[in-house]
Every structure is written in C-alpha cells, then in structure tokens.
Nanobody
Framework: QVQLVESGGGLVQAGGSLRLSCAAS????????MGWFRQAPGKKREFVAT????????YYADSVKGRFTISRDNAKNMVYLQMNSLKPEDTAVYYC??????????????????WGQGTQVTVSS
C-alpha cells in the first residue's frame, strides 16, 4: 500500500500563490495515476486536478484551469499542485489521492483508493 502525506498549505491573500506537495511512501507509486481534491466547509469533496502515471497527461476542473498546475516526480515519489492567482473560493482542505495500478487519470473520487490526510488552504480577501 502507498501512504500519502500532504504539505504546503497555509494562509495566503487573494492573488497569491501556494505550492502543495504530496509525499508517497510504501510501494512505488510510479504506475499509479494521481489526483488532487478539495473539500470546503459544508460542501462535498470535489475534483481539482489529475495526472497520469508518467505526468504526460493532466486534466483540471474548470474552476482552476489556467491557475493551477499538477505535476509529479516519480524518482522522488512526489506529486505537486502549484496554485496561482488564488481566490477566497479556493479555501478548502486539499487532499492528494492515488489509483492503485491504474495508469489513467480520473476525475471521480470513488476511483481513488488511497488518500492523504489533507492540508488546509485558506485564502483571505
């Protein structure tokens, strides 16, 4: 099994940037597609971005397209989410997740079978 630990969250003003990191440990995750999701207070967890096993294909929610960039470094067992031009509505707990032995990315929560504990991102207006 793969364990995930997110970091990099914090408090930032609107228009600012943050870079989230997700460190994987356990078995190699280089064959797994990965994703970022977020959950705001009182709302359901939602898809943010996803990346295939090699990093060659990515997909984004419309709400973050053009502002967020997902990437991965399989040699370092890391996944990243660069967030620019942050808005107050981006405030949420951000979760990293993986699809065991599935190379293709997905926007669906139920297709991810391991998750990190989350990191809080707060954007002030």
């Amino acid at each position: 099994q793969v364990q995930l630990v997110e970091s990099g969250g914090g408090l930032v003003q609107a228009g600012g940037s943050l870079r989230l990191s997700c460190a994987a440990s356990g078995r190699t995750f280089s064959n797994d597609a990965m994703g970022w999701f977020r959950q705001a207070p009182g709302k359901k967890r939602e898809f943010v971005a996803t990346i295939n096993w090699s990093g060659g294909s990515t997909y984004y929610a419309d709400s973050v397209k053009g502002r967020f960039t997902i990437s991965r470094d399989n040699a370092k067992n890391m996944v990243y989410l660069q967030m620019n031009s942050l808005k107050p509505e981006d405030t949420a707990v951000y979760y990293c997740a993986g699809r065991s032995y599935s190379s293709y990315y997905s926007v669906f929560l139920h297709e991810y079978d391991y998750w990190g504990q989350g990191t809080q991102v707060t954007v002030s207006s």
